[in-house]
């Protein structure tokens, strides 16, 4: 569930993230991102933990994520019971970010125990220990969530959005995909640039034939199966076509796309 | 045997003249829902339909042989506008079916690519093919493969005389290297189609030119009718309305040929002869198209005029102005459509019919599992109380020699909330008067849908409204009141149900408006917008068409800003045409037999909000 970095990973920017990641930090406010799967949202957080040095909580959110899952909870031991630091209340102890990865899909009472973390009292209480904790000035909360990917009834409650400062991720230019494609895998400029180009035909056909659309993420599975020698057209339809739709004539259009663009 | 042999001989000349591939076509309907996305995703406009291009007489030089057979002398060429892509309705041009299928999609890349409409005809296809190159490198040997087979199929040069056999080596040149060619000289015949180019005159479509105010009328007949993709030119003229149609007012010798339009103001025919029309149609060149205003009685059972106060039903407080989106301008006409709320003056209590009583049984049933409940969750790594079973477990695991596993000990007591409200907006346009089998109606699919749904949702607890909407243009939108969030379903409510009828046109876009303010006053977390629907858009004004759907589009997304999630249950077997630019993939069901549609929607609103 949790993670902590040492080295700073490879990170793409696409405008002024970073400066706003490191204002918001310097000036204790929680940050929300916002954008599609895989357009590396996970990947600045773990870039910016690095380079501020700071320790990093990262916690995939999902259905039966409770408030004892971040907070934490006693353990029964041999003959007496010992408490059990969640990672949320490590990363306040430590005064590292506690990131919290597609937050829409915890449980809605479980988001209520950031409220008090995530406005000016920077306060996390915790009632099972008696404990009132004070989030020292280096603590960061980081929360992201897909508007797009979401269960068809699911969003976030405005009274939690109202806290945080919001930045909004897209999938990166054209030229910036092609340097981290090239960054990530060492492939080369015509295969990147073809990459990008059925990514961007892919992407025009978002919230119309394909709920989710290529992510920067499996363009760079298809890039790292090309540069182990694998055909290109097999690769896309691999990594991309297939993972993107069931349908099978979505299907027969986006490899269409592939062949126009790899030749057959 | 005279005829025998005749048909031997017509089947035979027409066969070697024409060198079709009959067993390799490929035909649109088999790929057009690909080709459309194939066309959006290499950027083509999302709003932009695909139907099958007409057939037209090209005038060029034919072979001896088909010369000989009297064939060849029409081609189908794509061609787009502001409303459809037009592809022709089935391709068998060469001996390979994948040269088929790739002549299908490549037409569709190039439609895609941008195209400068001043430059001419010749240098904006090669433009286009060289754009389209340039963007997708893939396509490149399949373009190479296309164009060997096309020119082989071209009467060579040496067989043309001077002037055509120069413009015919223009045009091998441009499609061999496109970018080279400035302009094509001009001869008195026209030059042999190009299958790889879009039409070189697009021909005005009917839809784009039709005066404001004159609307297709919706239409009522066996909705299991399948549409020919087969399109037709048409031009849009006046009736004549002074004259008497069985008057001769013109001398026999002047009519060229049946198919030139005749202004003659014959009456409407109430034969049903429709399938001889269609017969006749298939061969025309050009279908002229007067609008009167008057619909055909065989078509049309059901008299479109409002009904006169005393019946109709009760109206509900003042009319709702509402906005209208206008997608060429880009704007929203303020207060544009006039909405009155009515309630059936004539409904009576009434209880569930018999024939639903046991599916009904059968979904409360179901949904009863859906109702709220508290519980105890056992094994938990935390809660409200002490698991004892766990606990007993785990010290008895501890005293004995086997190893211990972490188990949960506490329980913890969870309430299972539905936190949503749901508001269901029915269409009781007349196309729902349309039969779907030999014993029931599209109204009356909906009317066992809305009372299902009803049971279903009232065994959940779930808030839930009912409506349902017509209209006859912007300034009559009809919107049914069946029943509020407020409101109890009871006999009452069921009466309104039963009383539901089928009229008049389908404003969409207005009627989606009025249903979000509704929706959108309730509190709850989750707001669902259900559009229970059997067709496209449509009144009799300029809502017809892309305007109706984008309309449509933009009251759609109103909703969504305002937080509501709208969702699309349809029966219209076309809708895969539409219904992604309305409401986007995982939006939109389509119910393929109408019939299923009763127990379908219960279900399916089990699944989205579980």
């Given at each position: 569930m949790d993670t902590k970095t040492s080295n700073t990973p490879f990170y793409e920017p696409s405008g002024d993230e970073c400066e706003l990641f490191e204002r918001a930090w310097k000036n204790r406010l929680p940050l929300l991102i916002k954008g599609p799967t895989g357009c590396g949202k996970t990947r600045f957080v773990s870039h910016m933990a690095a380079r501020l040095n700071l320790p990093l909580y990262t916690v995939a959110c999902h259905d039966d994520l409770t408030a004892a899952d971040l907070v934490g909870r006693h353990l029964i031991g041999d003959g007496e019971t010992i408490w059990n630091d969640g990672p949320l209340t490590r990363a306040v102890r430590e005064g590292g970010i506690c990131y919290l990865d597609e937050v829409v899909e915890a449980r809605k009472d479980t988001t209520v125990v950031l409220h008090p973390l995530a406005d000016d009292r920077r306060m996390l209480p915790i009632d099972r220990t008696g404990e009132l904790l004070q989030a020292p000035p280096s603590f960061m909360l980081v929360v992201s969530y897909n508007p797009g990917y979401q269960n068809f009834l699911k969003g976030m409650k405005p009274s939690t959005r109202q806290r945080f400062v919001s930045l909004t991720f897209d999938f990166p230019t054209a030229a910036q995909e092609e340097a981290v494609l090239i960054g990530e895998t060492g492939i080369d400029t015509m295969t990147a640039k073809r990459l990008v180009s059925i990514a961007g035909a892919f992407r025009a056909l978002r919230d119309h034939d394909l709920e989710e659309v290529a992510s920067t993420r499996l363009l760079v599975y298809a890039a790292t199966l090309i540069k182990d020698g694998y055909d290109p057209v097999r690769a896309c339809r691999a990594a991309l076509v297939e993972t993107l739709t069931d349908d099978a004539e979505t299907a027969v259009a986006l490899n269409e796309v592939v062949s126009a663009t790899f030749g057959r | 045997m005279e005829e025998y042999v005749g048909a031997l001989w017509d089947r035979l000349i027409t066969g070697a003249a024409e060198k079709r591939h009959a067993a390799v076509t490929v035909k649109l309907d088999d790929i057009a829902k690909s080709a459309a996305i194939f066309f959006r995703a290499l950027g083509g406009d999302p709003g932009l339909g695909i139907s099958a291009a007409p057939a037209v007489r090209h005038g060029a030089r034919r072979r001896l042989l088909q010369r000989v057979a009297g064939s060849g002398e029409k081609v189908e060429l794509s061609w787009r506008d502001g409303e459809v892509l037009r592809l022709p309705s089935q391709i068998d041009l060469f001996a390979k079916q994948t040269l088929n299928r790739d002549l299908y999609f490549w037409l569709v890349a190039l439609a895609a690519a941008e195209s400068d409409n001043s430059q001419p005809w010749i240098i904006r296809n090669q433009l286009a093919t060289q754009a389209t190159l340039e963007r997708f490198p893939g396509l490149q040997s399949r373009y190479d493969w296309l164009v060997e087979a096309v020119i082989a199929l071209r009467i060579p040069a040496e067989k043309l005389p001077a002037d055509e056999a120069a413009q015919e080596n223009t045009i091998r040149q441009a499609l061999q290297y496109p970018g080279t060619v400035d302009a094509i000289a001009l001869t008195a015949r026209p030059f042999q189609p190009v299958p790889l180019w879009p039409h070189p005159h697009p021909p005005v479509n009917a839809a784009t030119s039709s005066a404001a105010g004159l609307g297709s009328p919706e239409q009522s007949g066996n909705a299991a009718n399948k549409k020919s993709r087969r399109k037709h030119l048409a031009e849009r003229t006046d009736a004549k309305e002074d004259k008497n149609g069985f008057l001769m007012m013109f001398r026999a010798e002047s009519l060229f040929s049946w198919s030139e339009f005749v202004k003659v103001n014959r009456p409407q025919d109430e034969e049903d002869d429709s399938e001889t029309a269609q017969l006749a149609a298939e061969d025309m060149d050009n279908l002229t198209i007067a609008r009167d205003g008057k619909t055909s009685a065989a078509n049309v059972r059901f008299d479109l005029d409002l009904p006169a106060g005393a019946v109709d039903d009760t109206p509900l407080g003042e009319g709702v102005l509402l906005p209208e989106w206008h997608w060429k301008k880009q704007v929203l006409q303020p207060d544009y459509c006039s909405l009155q709320q009515l309630i059936a003056t004539d409904a009576k209590p009434c209880e569930l019919p018999h024939a639903l009583k046991n599916t009904a049984n059968h979904l409360r049933r179901q949904f009863q599992a859906l109702t709220p409940t508290r519980h105890w969750r056992k094994g938990q790594q935390d809660g409200d109380e002490l698991d004892m079973d766990a606990w007993v477990q785990l010290v008895s695991e501890k005293n004995s020699t086997m190893p211990t596993s972490e188990h949960g000990l506490y329980r913890v007591q969870v309430n299972q909330e539905r936190d949503l409200a749901c508001l269901l907006l029915a269409d009781l346009s007349l196309s729902t008067d349309a039969y779907v089998s030999n014993h029931s109606r599209v109204i009356d699919v909906i009317r066992d849908s809305l009372l299902l749904f009803s049971e279903a949702l009232t065994a959940t607890g779930d808030s839930f409204a009912l409506y349902g909407f017509s209209s006859l243009k912007r300034s009559h939108v009809r919107f049914h009141y069946i029943?509020?969030?407020?409101?109890?379903?009871?006999g009452q409510v069921r009466g309104r149900i039963a009383a539901i009828k089928p009229g008049y046109y389908t404003r969409m876009g207005a009627a989606i408006r009025q249903a979000s303010s509704l929706l959108v006053q309730q509190k709850k977390h989750q707001r669902l917008l259900l559009i229970l629907t059997d067709g496209k858009p449509n009144d009799l004004d300029q809502y017809e068409g892309r305007y109706g759907i984008e309309d449509t589009r933009m009251a759609l997304l109103e909703a969504k800003k305002l937080g509501l999630r709208p969702f699309c249950v349809t029966i219209d077997s076309e809708a895969s045409d539409y219904l992604p630019h309305l409401f986007g993939a995982g939006g939109y069901v389509v119910i393929r037999n109408p019939e299923d549609l009763p127990k379908e929607l219960p279900l399916l609103y089990a699944q989205m909000t579980r």
């Amino acid at each position: 569930m949790d993670t902590k970095t040492s080295n700073t990973p490879f990170y793409e920017p696409s405008g002024d993230e970073c400066e706003l990641f490191e204002r918001a930090w310097k000036n204790r406010l929680p940050l929300l991102i916002k954008g599609p799967t895989g357009c590396g949202k996970t990947r600045f957080v773990s870039h910016m933990a690095a380079r501020l040095n700071l320790p990093l909580y990262t916690v995939a959110c999902h259905d039966d994520l409770t408030a004892a899952d971040l907070v934490g909870r006693h353990l029964i031991g041999d003959g007496e019971t010992i408490w059990n630091d969640g990672p949320l209340t490590r990363a306040v102890r430590e005064g590292g970010i506690c990131y919290l990865d597609e937050v829409v899909e915890a449980r809605k009472d479980t988001t209520v125990v950031l409220h008090p973390l995530a406005d000016d009292r920077r306060m996390l209480p915790i009632d099972r220990t008696g404990e009132l904790l004070q989030a020292p000035p280096s603590f960061m909360l980081v929360v992201s969530y897909n508007p797009g990917y979401q269960n068809f009834l699911k969003g976030m409650k405005p009274s939690t959005r109202q806290r945080f400062v919001s930045l909004t991720f897209d999938f990166p230019t054209a030229a910036q995909e092609e340097a981290v494609l090239i960054g990530e895998t060492g492939i080369d400029t015509m295969t990147a640039k073809r990459l990008v180009s059925i990514a961007g035909a892919f992407r025009a056909l978002r919230d119309h034939d394909l709920e989710e659309v290529a992510s920067t993420r499996l363009l760079v599975y298809a890039a790292t199966l090309i540069k182990d020698g694998y055909d290109p057209v097999r690769a896309c339809r691999a990594a991309l076509v297939e993972t993107l739709t069931d349908d099978a004539e979505t299907a027969v259009a986006l490899n269409e796309v592939v062949s126009a663009t790899f030749g057959r | 045997m005279e005829e025998y042999v005749g048909a031997l001989w017509d089947r035979l000349i027409t066969g070697a003249a024409e060198k079709r591939h009959a067993a390799v076509t490929v035909k649109l309907d088999d790929i057009a829902k690909s080709a459309a996305i194939f066309f959006r995703a290499l950027g083509g406009d999302p709003g932009l339909g695909i139907s099958a291009a007409p057939a037209v007489r090209h005038g060029a030089r034919r072979r001896l042989l088909q010369r000989v057979a009297g064939s060849g002398e029409k081609v189908e060429l794509s061609w787009r506008d502001g409303e459809v892509l037009r592809l022709p309705s089935q391709i068998d041009l060469f001996a390979k079916q994948t040269l088929n299928r790739d002549l299908y999609f490549w037409l569709v890349a190039l439609a895609a690519a941008e195209s400068d409409n001043s430059q001419p005809w010749i240098i904006r296809n090669q433009l286009a093919t060289q754009a389209t190159l340039e963007r997708f490198p893939g396509l490149q040997s399949r373009y190479d493969w296309l164009v060997e087979a096309v020119i082989a199929l071209r009467i060579p040069a040496e067989k043309l005389p001077a002037d055509e056999a120069a413009q015919e080596n223009t045009i091998r040149q441009a499609l061999q290297y496109p970018g080279t060619v400035d302009a094509i000289a001009l001869t008195a015949r026209p030059f042999q189609p190009v299958p790889l180019w879009p039409h070189p005159h697009p021909p005005v479509n009917a839809a784009t030119s039709s005066a404001a105010g004159l609307g297709s009328p919706e239409q009522s007949g066996n909705a299991a009718n399948k549409k020919s993709r087969r399109k037709h030119l048409a031009e849009r003229t006046d009736a004549k309305e002074d004259k008497n149609g069985f008057l001769m007012m013109f001398r026999a010798e002047s009519l060229f040929s049946w198919s030139e339009f005749v202004k003659v103001n014959r009456p409407q025919d109430e034969e049903d002869d429709s399938e001889t029309a269609q017969l006749a149609a298939e061969d025309m060149d050009n279908l002229t198209i007067a609008r009167d205003g008057k619909t055909s009685a065989a078509n049309v059972r059901f008299d479109l005029d409002l009904p006169a106060g005393a019946v109709d039903d009760t109206p509900l407080g003042e009319g709702v102005l509402l906005p209208e989106w206008h997608w060429k301008k880009q704007v929203l006409q303020p207060d544009y459509c006039s909405l009155q709320q009515l309630i059936a003056t004539d409904a009576k209590p009434c209880e569930l019919p018999h024939a639903l009583k046991n599916t009904a049984n059968h979904l409360r049933r179901q949904f009863q599992a859906l109702t709220p409940t508290r519980h105890w969750r056992k094994g938990q790594q935390d809660g409200d109380e002490l698991d004892m079973d766990a606990w007993v477990q785990l010290v008895s695991e501890k005293n004995s020699t086997m190893p211990t596993s972490e188990h949960g000990l506490y329980r913890v007591q969870v309430n299972q909330e539905r936190d949503l409200a749901c508001l269901l907006l029915a269409d009781l346009s007349l196309s729902t008067d349309a039969y779907v089998s030999n014993h029931s109606r599209v109204i009356d699919v909906i009317r066992d849908s809305l009372l299902l749904f009803s049971e279903a949702l009232t065994a959940t607890g779930d808030s839930f409204a009912l409506y349902g909407f017509s209209s006859l243009k912007r300034s009559h939108v009809r919107f049914h009141y069946i029943k509020g969030f407020e409101e109890k379903y009871s006999g009452q409510v069921r009466g309104r149900i039963a009383a539901i009828k089928p009229g008049y046109y389908t404003r969409m876009g207005a009627a989606i408006r009025q249903a979000s303010s509704l929706l959108v006053q309730q509190k709850k977390h989750q707001r669902l917008l259900l559009i229970l629907t059997d067709g496209k858009p449509n009144d009799l004004d300029q809502y017809e068409g892309r305007y109706g759907i984008e309309d449509t589009r933009m009251a759609l997304l109103e909703a969504k800003k305002l937080g509501l999630r709208p969702f699309c249950v349809t029966i219209d077997s076309e809708a895969s045409d539409y219904l992604p630019h309305l409401f986007g993939a995982g939006g939109y069901v389509v119910i393929r037999n109408p019939e299923d549609l009763p127990k379908e929607l219960p279900l399916l609103y089990a699944q989205m909000t579980r």
